[in-house]
């Protein structure tokens, strides 16, 4: 947990919530004309609220949400003035410039893939693209690469706890497929299509025939459910993808991102009592100098004579390990082992869970039990953040 808040908190005293919207909002008519295609876009100015939607109505001031855009189909729906809204105590440092980006997305796509006055949402497609091309945008006004990790931090440790999210996560790979397979134009021309009549195309028969492999093309044309015949709207997809080549397509930089949180994956969550555990081994694997003793094993056949004693059965404490060995032989130390009997009283039962799911190896070398921290690579996958707790 203090990693993650070290992560997340790298925060200027003097961060100003104001000239960065300005600053965000300085880029977003160029990059609304790049990745939409939509001229002119005037970007609005969030507003900060204390709970959704002050001053207009009180049916979500429980929300927790980031950021709400509204369009002005939603202006309509809920009463309120169209515009992005951002929850004050959800501002956390870093997410804002990101979540400028993602809801100036909803309003971009509201121009180029939406009949006017429609409320129409596409979780998978909305949210993945305003995911995908927000970062890409982020990047492009920033060139900040910091703030770039900082976002995929978030989404790796924070986002994927929270099963409201799995849209954004699940939803944006499907996105990311179509966008790679068939490119900028593509998605382009199939906005263009959807802002024609967004009823024409079955949605979620598009997102399970992209994930399951065909092409996008293909793939788009079957998921056609219009009244027009089926060979006029693929004519005129065609048209329309010819046409968006001429425009600028995805450049090496966006790739780079886009493939950056493709790598994403949901970490894997074990119950308290085992993260409880895993946090104690990792710990008293890193002691310096370690209490603990190491497998005679995993000194090198030509060091061990150097060694008083060694036999193939007798762990060799750590303290006793001559300087000539340690300076020439690195990460002998993963190889420690910790006695079972060392295993604090409360955290025995997560110590075995842990063994039994091979996140670390009990052995027995005599009569004494030994955790092997490393032998299931514990450390190694707290360190990267595959392994979160539950809670
Ligand atoms: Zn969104």
């Given at each position: 947990m203090n990693r993650l808040c070290t992560q997340l908190s790298e925060i200027e005293p003097e961060y100003d919530i104001d000239s960065v919207f300005r600053k965000m909002s300085a880029h977003l008519p160029a990059l609304a004309k790049r990745y939409y295609g939509v001229e002119e876009f005037v970007p609005v100015t969030p507003q900060i609220v204390e709970y959704y939607f002050e001053g207009y109505n009180e049916l979500y001031r429980n929300a927790d949400w980031f950021a709400f855009n509204v369009n002005e189909a939603e202006s309509r729906e809920l009463g309120v003035a169209v515009g992005t809204y951002f929850k004050r105590d959800q501002v956390s440092p870093g997410i804002p410039e990101f979540t400028v980006m993602h809801e100036a997305n909803h309003a971009m796509q509201e121009r180029a893939a939406v009949p006017a006055g429609v409320h129409h949402y596409v979780p998978w497609l909305d949210e993945g693209l305003a995911d995908i091309f927000g970062r890409m945008m982020l990047f492009a006004a920033t060139e900040d690469e910091r703030l770039l990790r900082k976002v995929k931090t978030f989404r790796t440790?924070?986002?994927?706890?929270?099963?409201?999210?799995v849209t954004y996560h699940y939803g944006e790979e499907t996105a990311a497929l179509l966008l790679l397979r068939g490119r900028l134009p593509l998605v382009k021309a199939l906005l263009k299509a959807r802002q024609k009549d967004?009823?024409?195309?079955d949605w979620s028969a598009l997102a399970t025939g992209i994930k399951k492999g065909i092409d996008p093309h293909v793939a788009i044309v079957t998921s056609y459910s219009g009244t027009t015949k089926r060979d006029m709207f693929q004519k005129q997809l065609e048209r329309d993808e010819t046409n968006f080549r001429k425009e600028a397509d995805l450049n090496q930089s966006d790739l780079r991102i886009l493939s950056m949180f493709l790598a994403t994956q949901r970490p894997a969550v074990i119950p308290a009592v085992e993260y409880r555990a895993a946090l104690w081994f990792a710990e008293e694997a890193a002691k310096n100098p370690s209490p603990y003793s190491i497998d005679p094993m995993a000194v090198p056949e030509g060091f061990r004579p150097q060694i008083t004693g060694w036999e193939a059965q007798t762990p060799i404490p750590v303290a006793s390990l001559p300087e000539t060995v340690t300076k020439k032989v690195s990460?002998?130390?993963?190889k420690v082992l910790i006695p079972s009997a060392s295993v604090p009283q409360d955290l025995k039962s997560g110590a075995d869970a842990l063994a039994n799911s091979y996140f670390v190896i009990k052995r027995k070398m005599g009569e004494t039990e030994y955790f092997e921290p490393y032998g299931g690579g514990l450390p190694y996958r707290l360190g990267s953040g595959e392994l979160r707790c539950a809670w």
């Open positions: 440790e924070v986002e994927v706890t929270d099963p409201r999210k967004p009823y024409s195309v990460g002998l130390i993963t």
